[in-house]
């Protein structure tokens, strides 16, 4: 395919001058442009000859399997070319937009070498990205046409979830102490499961802890202590309904929610716990078993890169029954979702009543800022006094639904943007120190 090269506008422009010249000359204006056009394309004619076939320039691509969703790679392209001149070479690829990367560029290869063109990739969307065109265009040395051809060379990139508090825990696993916590065994005042240890009551005991038989032998009240089980299991469900497609200080809550899942995944595997994914909508989806260690952050990482929020209403009853039927044991099961009055009164806080007859629920959601900053404005208009209204009843709503999930059982984290996952992890820790689970 023959195509426009770069420097076909001089060569029209110059063929105008020469029309112009020859005309004044007193060739007749018809005979001068026929002739300056005929030159013209003579010369285009044999540019195009000279350009060589597209075919004989070899190209690759280079990049990283997969990259961190706004973290900073490169792509690569490597250009050969078999011959004896040098010529230009023009490469358009097929690269999203949202990678935020120059898919074209032009570079001159020298005869027989190998040019390598590297631009910097900023992805701004999470995903699979796959791809196979790639455009070759070869101009001939005058660089008036070119000679252009699409090959097939496919490629796969991941743009993994963006691990936005992994600096906040790492400071809170060492402030914490955390292998330590996690590594010996503590008292929890009748919150365990394990016995430890005879003691003296203290007030804030539970009367089934007090072992009678030694209280009549000592005259003095005395108690079981109990010690937690190192090692539990965490199950963290992402809710991937429609609530979660809503953008909460520039990602979506189903974002929020993945940065609180690898937060806790990485705490609990320090400590020696093991952590399962599980996502729902309509539908359950298991995408991770229980595990723990450095290879199982990856398997979340690796799991949750392509989740999107399916707009529909989750069926949180169809969740409750699933986790139900399979739990055999007392499990910490956190739940990241949305609090929405209607919603928690319809439907979820039956389900969550159901799973904290026999475990420990945690609910963890994200809170606007900008909406908790309208409610404490002061309005200096008619507009801004609306605006506090809407804001002021929209956090009624979250307290409301909090409130009904607490009274159902569950502990409710309702966390600014940004601090969901470290609120999570405070509260997994104390649960943990205290032997609570």
Request: hydrophobic content about 45%; proline content about 5%; overall charge positive.
């Amino acid at each position: 395919m023959i195509v426009p090269g770069p420097r076909l506008w001089r060569a029209g422009v110059v063929a105008v001058l020469v029309a112009v010249l020859l005309s004044v000359a007193g060739a007749g204006w018809d005979r001068a442009v026929l002739l300056s056009s005929a030159g013209l394309l003579l010369l285009a004619l044999v540019d195009a000859l000279s350009a060589g076939s597209p075919g004989a320039v070899e190209i690759a691509r280079d990049f990283p399997p997969a990259v961190v969703l706004h973290s900073h790679s490169t792509v690569a392209w490597t250009v050969s070319r078999r011959g004896r001149s040098p010529r230009w070479v023009a490469v358009a690829d097929e690269l999203a937009p949202s990678l935020h990367c120059d898919r074209r560029f032009e570079t001159r290869v020298p005869p027989n070498s190998t040019v390598r063109v590297e631009h910097p990739l900023t992805p701004a969307r999470r995903g699979r990205f796959e791809g196979d065109a790639l455009t070759v265009r070869v101009y001939g040395p005058l660089r008036l046409v070119g000679r252009q051809r699409t090959r097939r060379v496919p490629f796969v990139l991941r743009i993994l979830p963006e691990f936005r508090s992994r600096r906040e825990i790492e400071i809170r696993m060492r402030r914490a102490r955390l292998l330590d916590v996690g590594s010996l065994s503590v008292s929890a005042h009748g919150g365990g499961t394990q016995f430890d240890h005879l003691r003296e009551y203290a007030i804030d005991d539970q009367y089934r802890t007090i072992d009678w038989a030694a209280t009549a032998r000592r005259g003095h009240p005395i108690v079981r202590a109990y010690r937690a089980e190192e090692h539990r299991t965490m199950v963290v469900v992402l809710d991937n309904g429609r609530l979660m497609a809503a953008r909460v200080d520039g990602a979506t809550r189903l974002e929020h929610a993945m940065d609180a899942a690898m937060a806790l995944d990485t705490v609990a595997s320090r400590l020696g716990d093991l952590t399962a994914l599980q996502t729902f909508d309509l539908e359950m989806h298991p995408l991770v078993p229980a595990g723990r260690g450095g290879a199982h952050l990856g398997r979340f990482t690796e799991a949750l890169y392509t989740l999107e929020p399916v707009l529909s209403e989750s069926d949180y009853q169809l969740m409750a029954e699933y986790l139900t039927a399979r739990l055999s044991r007392q499990t910490l099961i956190v739940v990241l979702t949305d609090l929405v009055d209607p919603v928690v009164e319809a439907t979820m806080a039956r389900a969550v009543a159901t799973l904290a007859l026999r475990n420990r629920v945690v609910v963890g959601a994200v809170t606007d800022p900008q909406v908790a900053e309208w409610a404490l404005s002061v309005p200096s208009d008619a507009e801004a006094a609306h605006l506090t209204a809407s804001a002021v009843a929209g956090m009624g709503s979250r307290e409301r639904a909090a409130r009904r999930l607490r009274q159902v059982g569950a502990t409710v984290v309702d966390a600014p943007a940004g601090k969901l996952a470290t609120q999570l992890v405070d509260h997994y820790l104390e649960v943990k120190a205290r032997g609570r689970w």
